[in-house]
Nanobody, 127 residues
Framework: QVQVVESGGGLVQPGGSLRLSCTAP????????IGWFLQAPGKEREGVSC????????YYADSVRGRFTISRDNAKKTVYLQMNSLKPEDTAVYYC????????????????????WGQGTQVTVSS
């Protein structure tokens, strides 16, 4: 069954904005730390932003801090990534994943084992 579904990607001009959505229809969202990731072929995943199920604490990669904002709506079982001031180097496939990680750092930085992940959504920033 589908556990995580991403949406919201697309083509946008530099300086524009997108909002990615990650919906978790198959499990209880508050039980999991949720993250957005990039992954290149043959390389380990890179954490873009993660959010805690307990206290709402967040993590942001240095490259996106101040431009992206992660938020969580447990009632809608959805995590959002608001992407502002987009740059061409932000172009990538963004994946949403969930894990029972104790901290956002464990998931986004320490390569914590994932429980669920989506198929990704393409973000293209180009003029």
């Amino acid at each position: 069954q589908v556990q995580v579904v991403e949406s919201g990607g697309g083509l946008v001009q530099p300086g524009g904005s997108l909002r990615l959505s990650c919906t978790a229809p198959g499990f209880t969202l508050p039980d999991y730390t949720i993250g957005w990731f990039l992954q290149a072929p043959g390389k380990e995943r890179e954490g873009v932003s993660c959010i805690s199920p307990s206290d709402g604490s967040t993590y942001y990669a240095d490259s996106v801090r101040g431009r992206f904002t992660i938020s969580r709506d447990n009632a809608k079982k959805t995590v959002y990534l608001q992407m502002n001031s987009l740059k061409p180097e932000d172009t990538a496939v963004y994946y949403c994943a969930a894990a029972g990680a104790p901290t956002v750092q464990a998931l986004c930085v320490r390569n914590y084992t994932l429980s669920f992940w989506g198929q990704g959504t393409q973000v293209t920033v180009s003029s």
